[in-house]
C-alpha cells in the first residue's frame, strides 16, 4: 500500500471518528449534552442572586455530581422507640408535658437535607404519652455550595397515643458551572420520614 493511499485513509479515519472523541473522553460518561440529557438537566443563564454555583471540569464529573443528588430521591425512614412507662422512682403525681425534638435525614449530595418535629408528650404517673406534634421544619445542611431548596413540605400523619409518624420533603436545585462557561441546574426531590412510638 502507498504512502499516499495510507496517510488518505488514516485522514478518512480520524475524520470519521472525530464526532465521538469528545462524547467519549472522560471515563466513558459521554460529552456533558449527553449527561445534561441523562438527568434532565437545564441550561440556565446564570445562578440566583446569593448562589455560588458548583465547579465541574468534566462530563464525568458533572454525572458524578448528579448521582449523588439523585440518591436522595429515594427517600429514608428512621424509627425511634421509648418505653411508655417511667421506671420504678421516676414517676410524678400530677399530668404534666415535655418535649421531645425528632429527626430524620436523607443525603443531598455532600449536603444533608433533614425533617424536624417537636413532640409533646404527656406524663401522669408512671405513663406517658403522645399529646401533639409541633414546629415541623425542614432544611439543607452541611455543604451546601450551590444547593437551594423550593416546595418543601412537611407533615405528620396516623398519631395516637403511642406513635406518630412525620415525612417531609423538597425539591433541591444544584446550579453547575461547567468548564465550558455553561451553568446548568439539576433538580431533584429529596426526602425522609420517621415514626416516634412508645411501648
Known sequence: MGFKKTFFMLVALMCALAPFQGAYAEGGEGSYQEVIDSYGMQVVQAAPPGITPLRVHSPAQLAALAKGLARGARGSHTRYAEPATRKPGGTVAA?????????????????????????????????????????????????????????????????????????????????????????????????????????
Open 95 to 199: 399530668t404534666s408535658y415535655g418535649l421531645v425534638t425528632r429527626s430524620c435525614a436523607a443525603n443531598a449530595g455532600a449536603a444533608t437535607f433533614s425533617t424536624t418535629a417537636d413532640i409533646n408528650v404527656g406524663y401522669s404517673g408512671s405513663f406517658r404519652w403522645i399529646e401533639a406534634v409541633t414546629n415541623l421544619r425542614t432544611g439543607l445542611s452541611g455543604f451546601t455550595l450551590g444547593l437551594s431548596m423550593t416546595d418543601a413540605y412537611s407533615y405528620s400523619y396516623n398519631q395516637t397515643a403511642s406513635a406518630v409518624s412525620v415525612a417531609g420533603g423538597a425539591n433541591v436545585h444544584a446550579y453547575i458551572l461547567l468548564d465550558t462557561g455553561a451553568t446548568t441546574v439539576y433538580t431533584t426531590p429529596v426526602s425522609c420520614s420517621f415514626t416516634y412510638s412508645l411501648y
